[in-house]
Structures are given as C-alpha cells and as structure tokens.
C-alpha cells in the first residue's frame, strides 16, 4: 500500500507564494506526471514528498501518516544528475541500500552477507539491463546507463514512492524510449507509486496514468509572488498497454 | 600556412628536453660563475665547485661526526622527517575530523567555523615564542608549530569540499535509508579522502617552512638547524647540498601523495560522473 494524500497544502517563501490549496488524492500503484510551466512550483511539490522541504501550511500524508520531516527509504528517488555515486562501481551503488540497513556501525557488509546482497544487487542489475557494466564505475557508463543504475540503486530498498525529478532530461530520443519501457515494467512488477517531474507533454502522457498539471491561476502583474500555483488539470489516463509493453 | 603556437605540441622527447632544459641552464650558470671566482681566489666559499661539494657531502653523509660518531646528514634527516611526519600526521587527522564534521553537520558548522576561520587568520610564525614559552624548547614545540600552521587551511579546504558535494548524493543516501554516521562513513569520507591527499601536497611548502624556522631558532639537529649552524661558517658546500636534499624529500612525497591518490581510488581517472 502506498496511497498519498495531500491535503490543502501551501508553501511560500519569504515574499513568494509558490503553491496555494494543493488538494489531492492519489491511490496506491498510481503513475503521477506532473507537468506545467518552469517555476510552477511542480519541483517544489517533489521536494515536499521528499521531505527536502517542509510545507508551510497542510500536510501530505503517505498511507495516513503525516509525512517524516526527513528522506527516508520509504521514498526513492532518481535526479536528473548526481543520483548515483561517483566512487563506488554499479554493484557498490546498487548494493549500499542493504549495506546500510544490514550494517548500522560501518554500512558495509562482509563476506556470506555481502556476497547474499550482490546476488540480490545482481538480479536487479540484470532487470534493468546492466549486466554487463556491473563492474564499471558511473563516470564510464553513458547518461541512460547510469539512469538505469539509480533506478535499481533506489528499486533495491523497495520504497513505497518512487520520486522522479525529469530524470530522462538530459538523454537522446532513443535512449528516451528505451527508458520508458523499463519504467513501465519495473513500475508495473514493483507496484510502487510514481512521481514524475517533466517539461515533456508527450513524455508525460505516455508514461502517465494520471496527470497533473501545476499552474497559477491568479497572476497580480503588480506582485508577481503574491499567488502560487496549484493543480489546474487533473487527468486520469488511459494508458495504451499494447504501445509500452 | 604555420598553425597558431597554442596548437604546437612537443612530442615525448621534447618534453623530456624542454623540461630538463631550465635545470641546465641553472646549473650551467651556477658552475659558470662559481670557475670565475674560483679563477679568482681558489678558497672562495661563496659558489663552491663540484670538488668542495664531493668532500662536504662525503664528510656530512658518509663519515661519522669525530665529537658524536653520528652521521649527521641522516641524523638531521631522521630527527626533521619526525617532527614533520608527526606534525602532519597530526593536522591530516584534526583536518578530517573537524573539516567533515563542520561541513556535514550544521550545529558544529555554526559552532565551529567562525572560530577556525578566525584561528586561521592568526600566523603561526607570530605564536612560535608562546609554543616555546607553553611546550618548551623541544619536539613538541616544533610539531606543534606545524599543526597550528598546516591544521586550519586543511580544516577549512576539507569543510568547503564537503559542503561543494552535490545535494542530491546526500539525499540519495537518505533515501537508501543511510543514518548521518553511514553517510560520513559510505559516502563523503571516500569522495573527500583523494581531496585531503591533494591538501596535504599543497601543505608540504608551509609544513616545510614552519619545521625548518623553529629548528633554526630552537633545535640541535635537523636540516633546518644545520643549515642556520653552517651559515655562521659560510659554508655554502654544505648548504646547497642540503637545499637540494630537503627538496628531494619534499618532492618524493608529492609523489607519493600523488600515488596514494592514484592507487587508493581508481574512480577518480574515470572522470566526473
């Protein structure tokens, strides 16, 4: 389970109102674009269920329960650059999620338990098709490997949300649509819950089973701050199964 | 048409000729100048000749001293290395503990770094007579020295390096559930390691400077003391031999430095990530 509820959320910074009366209700498995125009607070709305950021007024709640005021392994998430680590090979990556919960005093495993975890690791390295690069550092791998290796990095703790921030922004149409179809899979095996950040309509419909758009609705040309955006479309969308399988 | 010089490269072996050229040329002038006086007067101390520096560098590294029956070359080595070793050793550890902590935790960030960045400010060679006065005249004085002078560029480098980390790796960690020790542990200490390496190369000079003024006001051996010793008979058969001995040193451990961090984190070749 992992249903979000948002309820009448607001967030301004000094001088700057960025979401107003954000209402929401997201049930469990859902695939969540949110899309809208750049300062839209759309980002700012991923940092929130990230706990990056806490909200000025309302609450989200994740499963009922007020979110935690920090990240935790409840929520995953995969950036559009630095969302993997620059010093470990992709099994060192993948593999660090269950370090640090089977090793509270040096989040490093040794021996039978360590060679237990890379052969975890190694099931979710092949299922996102990076087996042949397991033993390579990121910087050696291109833009769409190394997205791949923060999927699986962040798959492995088996969050409940799954947090993307326009993570295919920076790569090629091909890799693009590659990238999608290992979404949609690992999405629809996981059953987790997804949020997606992007500026790419297209992207966002075909991924999406519903999309949310940010906006402001009320724009004083004299305080361009004195009004946030909040969700002004709501779409549930029919995804057509047969085009990502 | 030529092409531009910003386009005109050496091959290997101009490098190696180009490079080594500055070194022959400075010597070349050096022995130029030291036949003109010695054509002049045959005891000239000033620019001594190669034979004057044959026999220094026999008497001071291979025979034993007639008073001591130490080798003084490899005593004064021993006892400057020690003190440099420990003096270093000691700011690499306060570097690392405190420059992470203040750049990873925001209570000891605000605790810690106005004062270190006001101690950073204070010049060691200025606090030298009150280290002398608080740990006397001996060792500890000397690596203190150098503690005090290397520790707060490390600290800061160090706190400034982590602070430079993107954002997103130590939230990336959290999400993969890691607490604040794991972090340091797992992911900021191997990113910061190869940095330190590179801090403690660009601390070798001041560590070096610091060692050799304290031995020359307070020590009986040491490179440093005995350059200063040898000054007062303008023995400068013994001095640039010993010059040259300390730059060795200090060279060889850039290298090693510069090894250490090549060897210990292969990552690094491979580029940003």
């Known amino acids: ?245 | 048409m030529s092409r531009r010089f910003i386009n005109l490269r050496p091959g290997r072996g101009g490098r190696i000729a180009w490079g080594a050229l500055p070194f022959v040329i400075a010597i070349a002038v050096y022995f130029a100048f030291s036949a003109v006086r010695l054509a002049d007067n045959p005891n000239d101390k000033l620019l001594p000749g190669l034979a004057s520096f044959g026999a220094a560098i026999d008497r001071m590294a291979f025979t034993r001293d007639m008073r001591t029956g130490d080798i003084l070359l490899w005593l004064d080595t021993f006892a400057s290395l020690q003190r440099l070793l420990l003096g270093l050793g000691a700011a690499t550890i306060l570097g690392l503990v405190i420059g992470i902590s203040i750049g990873v935790i925001p209570y000891i960030r605000a605790g810690l770094s106005p004062f270190v960045a006001v101690l950073s400010m204070i010049p060691p060679m200025a606090v030298l007579p009150i280290l002398f006065i608080v740990f006397g005249l001996e060792e500890l004085s000397k690596v203190v020295l150098i503690v005090i002078g290397v520790s707060p560029f490390l600290i800061r480098d160090l706190a400034l390096r982590v602070r430079e980390m993107p954002n997103e790796l130590l939230i990336k960690a959290e999400t993969l559930g890691a607490s604040t020790w794991q972090i340091i542990l797992r992911v900021i200490l191997p990113q910061t390691l190869p940095r330190l390496a590179d801090s403690l190369r660009l601390s070798l000079g001041p560590a070096w400077l610091f060692l050799i003024s304290a031995e020359a006001i307070a020590a009986t051996d040491g490179l440093g003391y005995r350059i200063f010793l040898m000054r007062r008979y303008l023995a400068m058969d013994v001095i640039l031999p010993y010059v040259a001995w300390i730059t060795i040193l200090a060279f060889v451990m850039d290298w090693l430095l510069r090894l250490f961090n090549r060897r210990c984190f292969p990552w690094l070749a491979t580029g940003e990530a």
């Open chain 1, 1 to 245: 389970m992992s249903q979000v509820s948002v309820r009448n959320l607001w967030m301004e910074y000094p001088g700057q109102v960025v979401l107003e009366r954000v209402n929401l209700e997201i049930p469990s498995g859902e695939f969540c674009v949110l899309i809208g125009p750049s300062g839209c607070g759309k980002t700012t709305f991923l940092r929130l269920l990230l706990s990056m950021e806490q909200p000025t007024r309302g609450a989200i709640l994740l499963d009922g329960e007020t979110l935690p005021r920090e990240p935790g392994p409840d929520r995953g998430v995969v950036f559009q650059r630095y969302s993997v680590f620059p010093h470990l090979t992709v099994v060192g990556n993948v593999i660090l999620g269950l370090e640090f919960a089977g090793s509270p005093a040096l989040g490093k495993l040794f021996g039978a338990a360590r060679r237990n975890v890379i052969a975890e690791a190694d099931r979710v390295i092949e299922a996102v098709g990076l087996a042949s690069a397991r033993d390579k550092y990121p910087a050696q791998l291109s833009g769409g490997m190394q997205q791949r290796l923060a999927i699986a990095q962040t798959l492995i703790r088996k969050p409940k949300l799954l947090l993307l921030d326009e993570p295919f922004g920076a790569l090629d149409p091909g890799t693009k649509q590659q990238m999608y179809e290992l979404v949609t899979r690992l999405w629809r095996e996981e059953k987790v819950t997804v949020f997606m950040v992007t500026h790419d309509l297209k992207e966002g419909f075909t991924l999406a089973t519903r999309v949310l758009t940010f906006d402001k609705v009320r724009i004083d040309p004299d305080a361009p701050g004195a009004y946030g955006a909040t969700v002004t479309f709501d779409l549930s969308v029919k995804r057509q199964k047969d085009k990502l399988a």
